[in-house]
């Protein structure tokens, strides 16, 4: 039993490290590359990882195997890239408290009525159409349980389905840290970092709390740090731009009614001004075009299982 908890735990430790490298991995392709906290490149590296698990789901039936190798990359590219983040004397300490949230007697509530068997299907099954009609459960759509797909993996089978939703608050955690202290910024977003942290923490004390809203909230929460970041430092930082509208549009995916902060990429664009957004639009195409295949995809996914293009507005 102590191996197995043993292995168990150093999987997971693993599988934080290939979010990581896959987010240096995305942060490169899209030039991005102006960050050293491993909060941050956690975070980008849920977002690919929840777009590879979209696009696998028309392709790929049984994913164990896949999903060993798309980890594996992310693990990889970390390697031999690893002296681009910086880690912090308290990174292993803070990832040794929190991680023992995996630790749990009792799940979500809405953990076994759709968050397991969607999971499930995802990660055994190519996407099917109109399951809804089956089960109501199977209507609500959630990134999240795409997501979990990929963390279907040899041995452990399910049982790392609660890890992303782990993950995404030891990055916010590791990112709130970095940017309460981090110099040269503006103390009234240190002081909005500072509460919503403490908040947080206190809040959602149990993994067995985490719903699928959950971590939409947390990236929202960090869209609001960056976009009093772009207010206060009244010039572009075209790496917080292309961050925020990436959280943005990820929070969308996870829960419906994330949609409405879609108000918050507007803002940004009209905080720096008519001319500089036409030129951040036209100078990154690739980007734009990735966010536009990400909120299609999003579409397409909620057509196939309800036949509503956004369920249940």
Do not use: M
């Not at 109109?130 to 609500?140: I, K, M, P, T, V």
């Not at 959630?142 to 790392?160: C, G, R, T």
Request: charged share 10%; proline share 3%; hydrophobic share 55%.
């Amino acid at each position: 039993l102590f191996f197995e908890l043993f292995f168990f735990y150093i999987i997971f430790f693993v599988l934080l490290f290939c979010c990581l490298g896959h987010g240096l991995l995305f942060a490169k392709v899209f030039n991005i590359q102006n960050y050293t906290s491993p909060g941050v490149y956690g975070l980008l590296g849920l977002s690919s990882l929840t777009f590879i698990s979209y696009v696998s789901v028309f392709f790929i039936e049984d994913k164990t195997y896949f999903n060993v190798f798309v980890l594996s990359i992310g693990f990889i590219f970390l390697f031999k890239n690893i002296k681009k983040i910086y880690f912090p004397k308290y990174f292993w300490p803070l990832i040794l408290i929190i991680s023992c949230a995996l630790l749990i007697s009792k799940t979500h509530d809405d953990f076994p009525f759709y968050h397991l068997q969607q999971s499930l299907n995802f990660s055994l099954n190519k996407i099917q159409l109109g399951l809804s009609n089956l089960d109501f459960s199977y209507a609500y759509h959630s990134s999240i349980l795409y997501l979990n797909s990929l963390f279907y993996l040899p041995y452990f089978k399910f049982y790392f389905f609660n890890a992303p939703n782990l993950l995404f608050l030891i990055f916010f955690v590791l990112f709130s840290i970095d940017y309460i202290f981090k110099k040269n910024s503006d103390i009234i977003i240190n002081f909005f970092t500072l509460f919503s942290l403490i908040f947080v923490i206190v809040k959602f004390s149990r993994l067995s709390e985490f719903g699928t809203d959950l971590s939409g909230q947390l990236l929202i929460t960090t869209c609001f740090i960056y976009l009093f970041k772009i207010i206060y430092d009244k010039k572009i930082c075209i790496p917080d731009l292309k961050t925020l509208i990436i959280f943005v549009t990820l929070s969308i995916t996870i829960k419906t009614y994330f949609i409405f902060y879609s108000l918050l990429i507007i803002f940004s664009l009209y905080s720096i001004g008519y001319k500089n957004a036409i030129n951040f639009i036209k100078s990154n195409i690739l980007f734009n075009f990735f966010i536009i295949i990400f909120i299609t995809i999003f579409f397409i996914l909620n057509i196939f299982s309800t036949g509503c293009l956004i369920f249940p507005l």
